[in-house]
């Protein structure tokens, strides 16, 4: 049940064996503190928090992106892939709040709360068709699929007392961008083209973008092997990115995603050299200077504030402050992104189409500190079962998960 339904009883007032309760209270609105309360009353949690779990909230900061602000102004993949469910305050380094703004949140100190399992949530009274429906449930509702069945390496441990926030740097960067990096290249390389199979379509997310004061675009997407498409005249023409071009000094360059198998297609977006104030006006004579070269979208909202960072001496090297990347985009790289990103289907799919086997991108067990208790490598490359499951997925890590929507889990 709701929490709301059970607040003010306990456990030993019911009849059943366990009684699980989904907690839904947000991080940066003292969460932890309701997420301790429930566990001293005795019931066992499934973690539902609207601020990484509900998919009735934007992708991205746009006003282009449908969805409800009011406990997180976006849920990218990204955002609910690095959800930590069994350790809450963990969240405050790898994300911020409402807002934009930086958390700080301290472990209480109280043993680890029973975490049974976790649950995305697609609320439907704003969406009216299918294909909405599949917009705001895909791919994220995969990334709390694989949270839920996998712990991962930089999930720590519960640890009371231990304080989190964006400058404590305690949560392995490098093991979290390398493990994401293998979740989207699977899904972009790989398991659209099942989804498709299935009759599932998915949001595909917008370029990320910047152009140098000589005019060179580079251009970067959330989703390896995904198609770039830019076009330097206001979308008559577009034209196949393949790696840093001459766009031309002062231009205003539309860019678009295509989905791997060429489908589905993002919303333009607009990158220019002189973007800054990113005001109402989207006329590029009016805007000043941008010393930072920062990548603005169509409605003039600046987008490197939301630009998720490159650990260093992660995949790609991202130090370079001039580059500027689109709000959600994981990778902002010199040379877009991914090596796998301008691949052809051809070339990243195994000849003839088979399912792939366990490769680099796989989950090994063998490679993580949890090995024996983490998920098994199933020939999908993806931490998921090999049978078709709309509701329940189990393991020793995560005891089940539930999702209101359509959950994709078949190899």
Same mark, same amino acid.
């Not at 566990?39 to 992708?59: H, K, T």
């Not at 304080?163 to 290249?185: I, M």
């Not at 920062?294 to 909202?301: D, K, Q, W």
């Not at 402050?321 to 902002?332: D, N, R, T």
């Given at each position: 049940a709701w929490e709301d339904g059970l607040r003010g009883? *306990?456990?030993?007032?019911?009849?059943?064996?366990?009684?699980?309760?989904?907690f839904w209270e947000t991080l940066f609105w003292g969460g932890i503190n309701g997420l301790t309360e429930i566990?001293?009353?005795?019931?066992?949690?499934?973690?539902?928090?609207?601020?990484?779990?509900? !998919?009735?909230?934007?992708?991205e900061v746009n006003t282009e992106e449908r969805g409800y602000y009011w406990a997180a102004r976006s849920n990218?993949?990204?955002?609910?892939?690095? !959800?930590?469910?069994?350790?809450?305050?963990?969240?405050?380094e790898t994300s911020t709040d409402r807002d934009g703004n930086e958390m700080s949140i301290q472990t209480p100190d109280v043993d680890m709360p029973v975490i049974r399992g976790m649950q995305?949530? *697609?609320?439907?009274?704003t969406i009216r068709t299918d294909d909405q429906y599949y917009e705001m449930a895909f791919p994220r509702v995969l990334a709390v699929a694989e949270r839920a069945w996998h712990r991962a390496s930089w999930e720590l441990d519960w640890s009371p007392l231990l304080?989190?926030?964006? *400058? *404590?740097?305690?949560?392995?960067?490098?093991?979290?961008?390398?493990?994401?990096?293998?979740?989207?290249?699977k899904l972009g390389c790989h398991e659209i083209f099942k989804m498709k199979r299935l009759g599932i379509s998915h949001r595909v997310a917008p370029p990320g973008a910047s152009i140098d004061a000589s005019g060179v675009l580079t251009a970067n997407s959330e989703m390896p092997c995904t198609t770039i498409m830019y076009s330097v005249d206001k979308g008559s023409t577009w034209s196949k990115y393949s790696g840093p071009v001459e766009a031309g000094a002062g231009k205003a360059v539309y860019l678009q995603s295509v989905s791997s198998d060429g489908s589905l297609k993002s919303r333009v977006v607009v990158a220019d050299e002189e973007c800054n104030d990113c005001g109402e006006d989207e006329s590029t004579e009016q805007s000043v200077p941008?010393?930072?070269?920062?990548?603005?979208?169509?409605?003039?909202?600046?987008?490197?504030?939301?630009?998720?960072?490159?650990?260093?001496?992660?995949?790609?090297?991202?130090?370079?402050?001039?580059?500027?990347?689109?709000?959600?985009?994981?990778?902002?790289?010199?040379?877009?992104?991914?090596?796998?990103?301008?691949?052809t289907v051809n070339d990243a799919l195994p000849a003839g189409n088979e399912t792939p086997s366990q490769g680099s991108f796989g989950r090994d067990p063998s490679t993580t500190p949890n090995s024996e208790s983490t998920q098994k490598p199933f020939d999908n490359g993806f931490a998921?079962?090999?049978?078709?499951?709309? !509701?329940?997925?189990?393991?020793?890590h995560m005891i089940f998960l539930l999702v209101f929507s359509q959950i994709f889990a078949c190899s």
């Open positions: 009883t *306990t456990k030993e007032q019911y009849g059943t064996q366990s009684v699980a309760v989904n566990a001293e009353d005795g019931f066992d949690i499934i973690m539902s928090n609207p601020d990484y779990l509900y !998919f009735d909230f934007p992708y990218s993949v990204y955002k609910v892939f690095t !959800f930590a469910p069994e350790n809450l305050a963990q969240n405050a995305g949530q *697609t609320w439907s009274e304080t989190y926030n964006a *400058t *404590t740097s305690l949560v392995p960067k490098n093991e979290l961008d390398n493990d994401y990096h293998g979740f989207v290249t941008n010393p930072d070269n920062n990548f603005c979208g169509s409605n003039r909202e600046d987008a490197s504030r939301n630009c998720i960072p490159c650990a260093s001496g992660s995949l790609f090297d991202c130090d370079n402050s001039s580059h500027g990347c689109i709000k959600g985009v994981v990778e902002c790289s010199f040379s877009g992104g991914s090596d796998l990103q301008n691949s998921t079962p090999p049978s078709c499951a709309n !509701f329940l997925f189990g393991s020793s």
